[in-house]
């Protein structure tokens, strides 16, 4: 089982790229079901998500190849078939083939999705959608079977929340769906339009995403074609805060800026200089950082529920209280015990973490409790007296490449064991 081991105190400083994002990359790979012939997905990050989910596609039959940053997928053996439990638990993210593999094959089974770590992680709006597009479905023995022997016809869908998986499954059903459909209150996350991007160049006809609205028109088949996917935000908040932290002054390279404006504020409210100049995020950060008046998450483009751990670490070395709302995930907070074993001052109550910042953190052996809580376990420990070691790594491996390299290059004192 590895382990990151780190000894906190240096400038993080230098340049660093940021990977692609994962939460883009996973719907676009389950999107090429759908496609006849190749598909080439470049900026791919070399992650244990991705991983997963291109062994459901060879699962399904598909010739894959993934390595240097470039996913290639050529559909002509694919073979509809169960995706069977072992490889639907190895992430929660899988439940996105549920949408393709419906609209391909006229019928999908997947094991109902378990929870995670940040809580129940129920699938309703992903089933009514489904239902609206004529998905008949039949829950037995933890399975959910959906099909659909006439095929899928096009539908007005209303989500009840901005459910980011919900919409990508109700797209992914409704590209080859007869007819038109319209999903209402549809999630705006960047990474929807990275995938409506993709399928449009596949010849699918997706418009409205990035709005609350989106409309498919249904086309009779799609070619898979090739695309490179958009800049991770997430991780891209991670080195910021990494940087912030340790007083430090970098750049990120490959960063959208216009994905991370409700987070960049946060930045600057805690007193970081921001600038972007061709392609890099130039963040200067001062000695010590400074509370910042309350967080609230939310659906994009709100600051995101993903960036919370990220936050929050940074600044429980802040000069001040800060407080965060999570209104998204029910226990999204699992890793603040484990932050508070470095020394941080956070109190939790329910949906909101008061953070009161301390002068200096110390190192402590600690845990990764899911992905973006571990990562912020590598924030604070960048900051902590003396040397952290973090294990169940596995978490952090799931959503970010090279995390040790990468800060490396820019000054850490850190490595993998
Ligand atoms: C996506 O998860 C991301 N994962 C998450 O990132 C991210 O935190 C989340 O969107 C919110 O931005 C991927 O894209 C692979 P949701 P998803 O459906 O689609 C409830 C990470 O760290 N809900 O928007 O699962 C749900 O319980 C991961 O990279 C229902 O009630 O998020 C949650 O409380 C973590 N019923 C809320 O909605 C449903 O059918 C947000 O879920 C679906 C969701």
């Not at 216009?258 to 946060?266: E, I, K, R, Y």
Request: proline share 3%; with cysteine; charged share 20%.
């Amino acid at each position: 089982m590895s382990k990151l081991v780190i000894t906190g105190g240096n400038r993080l400083t230098g340049e660093i790229k940021i990977h692609g994002a994962k939460n883009s990359v996973l719907p676009i790979l389950a999107a090429t079901v759908l496609c006849e012939g190749t598909s080439v997905i470049h900026n791919c990050p070399m992650l244990s998500d991705v991983t997963a989910s291109i062994n459901i596609l060879k699962f399904l039959g598909c010739q894959c190849d993934f390595k240097n940053n470039t996913a290639t997928i050529n559909t002509n053996t694919l073979k509809c078939s169960q995706i069977p439990e072992r490889l639907m638990r190895e992430m929660r993210s899988s439940v996105i083939f549920l949408g393709a593999v419906l609209g391909k094959c006229g019928n999908a089974v997947i094991s109902s999705p378990g929870g995670c770590e940040l809580g129940p992680r129920p699938i309703d709006l992903h089933i009514a959608a489904l239902k609206k597009l004529g998905a008949v479905v039949k829950e037995k023995y933890g399975q959910i079977e959906l099909s659909a022997p006439n095929g899928l016809n096009g539908a007005e869908i209303n989500l009840a929340f901005a459910s980011v998986g919900a919409t990508e499954n109700a797209v992914l059903a409704a590209v080859t769906a007869k007819g038109v459909t319209v999903i209402n209150n549809a999630a705006r996350e960047p990474e929807i339009c990275d995938l409506a991007e993709f399928l449009n160049l596949c010849g699918a006809r997706v418009y409205g995403s990035g709005t609350d609205t989106i409309t498919v028109f249904g086309v009779e088949n799609l070619n898979g074609s090739t695309h490179t996917v958009i800049p991770d935000r997430i991780a891209a908040t991670t080195y910021m805060a990494a940087v912030a932290i340790t007083g430090g002054d970098a750049a990120l390279s490959g960063i959208n800026p216009s994905h991370l404006t409700a987070v960049c504020s946060v930045f600057e409210e805690a007193g970081c200089g921001l600038k972007y100049s061709n392609n890099k995020l130039i963040l200067s950060a001062p000695k010590r950082l400074s509370r910042v008046s309350t967080i609230r998450t939310t659906v994009y483009p709100g600051f995101p529920t993903d960036a919370g751990p990220l936050v929050l670490a940074m600044l429980s070395k802040a000069n001040g209280t800060s407080v965060m709302v999570e209104n998204i995930f029910e226990n999204r907070y699992r890793y603040v015990d484990e932050l508070k074993r470095l020394g941080a001052k956070i109190r939790v109550e329910g949906k909101v973490a008061v953070i009161e910042g301390t002068s200096s953190l110390s190192a402590a052996g600690c845990k990764c409790t899911d992905l973006r809580g571990g990562a912020a376990l590598v924030i604070a420990a960048l900051a902590a007296k003396g040397t952290t070691v973090i294990s169940d790594i596995k978490h952090i491996k799931r959503g970010y490449e090279c995390i040790d390299k990468r800060l490396s290059l820019l000054g850490a004192d850190i490595k993998e064991i």
